[in-house]
Nanobody, 123 residues
Framework: QVQLVESGGRLVQAGGSLRLSCAAS????????MGWFRQAPGKERQFVTF???????YYADSVKGRFTISRLNAKNTMYLEMNSLKPEDTAVYYC?????????????????WGQGTQVTVSS
């Protein structure tokens, strides 16, 4: 079955950097769009960024210029490089996968989800 496993989340000071990884198995990784979403306590899940199967990327305004999404199809892995982290970036970060190519900012578009990794940014 399909598995998405996130890693890399931890406590970091404001202004610091983190790299999250999402390792996929059980699917043809190169044909799937991949996304990152996050959910802070008491808030709804929020779109962060996606990368399409052919490498097109898109970012939420709140992370544009600070976060970079990438994928390495040979390793079935997606990455999220996060720089200049702010306390408001604190959340559980989820990776998601879909064979679809549209509406990639909408969580309902995604068929597969990881268990999440906690990112905490202290002020």
């Amino acid at each position: 079955q399909v598995q998405l496993v996130e890693s890399g989340g931890r406590l970091v000071q404001a202004g610091g950097s983190l790299r999250l990884s999402c390792a996929a198995s059980g699917l043809t990784f190169g044909t799937h769009a991949m996304g990152w979403f996050r959910q802070a306590p008491g808030k709804e899940r929020q779109f962060v960024t996606f990368i399409s199967s052919n490498g097109i990327t898109y970012y939420a305004d709140s992370v544009k210029g600070r976060f970079t999404i990438s994928r390495l199809n040979a390793k079935n892995t997606m990455y999220l490089e996060m720089n200049s982290l702010k306390p408001e970036d604190t959340a559980v970060y989820y990776c998601a996968a879909t064979p679809k190519a549209t509406r990639l900012v909408v969580d309902l578009t995604y068929d597969y989800w990881g268990q999440g990794t906690q990112v905490t940014v202290s002020s």
